[in-house]
Nanobody, 128 residues
Framework: VQLQASGGGLVQAGGSLRLSCAAS????????MGWFRQTPGKEREFVAA????????NYADSVKGRFTFSRDNAKNTVYLQMGSLKREDTAVYYC??????????????????????WGQGTLVTVSS
């Protein structure tokens, strides 16, 4: 499985940015896709996830109402549309994939160990 993340860059506070993550080598129907972020010296933080089978999404409280997770089936690609960006959103963003479980997403999608493949990360910098 290969995940290719892209779309990071420099944006002013209040602006928008869309991240993409293209997946190859795996049929995603029984999997989840997630976005995490990390800043130096801190643990990887959950941002959002989507269950591929029914597009149900889950968001961290810090991004609810500002970020939107979507997908393009034909391209096997997911997107993270980020709006109303804040300086504290500055981080390296990673996409990841893992097997979906027969339980509520809230119990496991926020844990990095729920994912078995990770993309290379893309840097988002929000300036004031």
């Amino acid at each position: 499985v290969q995940l290719q993340a892209s779309g990071g860059g420099l944006v002013q506070a209040g602006g928008s940015l869309r991240l993409s993550c293209a997946a190859s080598g795996r049929t995603l129907s029984n999997y989840i896709m997630g976005w995490f972020r990390q800043t130096p010296g801190k643990e990887r933080e959950f941002v959002a996830a989507m269950r591929w089978s029914d597009s149900v999404t889950n968001y961290a409280d810090s991004v609810k109402g500002r970020f939107t997770f979507s997908r393009d089936n034909a391209k096997n690609t997911v997107y993270l549309q980020m709006g109303s960006l804040k300086r504290e959103d500055t981080a390296v963003y990673y996409c990841a994939t893992g097997r979906a479980r027969w339980t509520s997403m809230t119990y496991y999608v926020g844990r990095p160990d729920s994912y078995d493949h990770w993309g290379q990360g893309t840097l988002v910098t929000v300036s004031s």
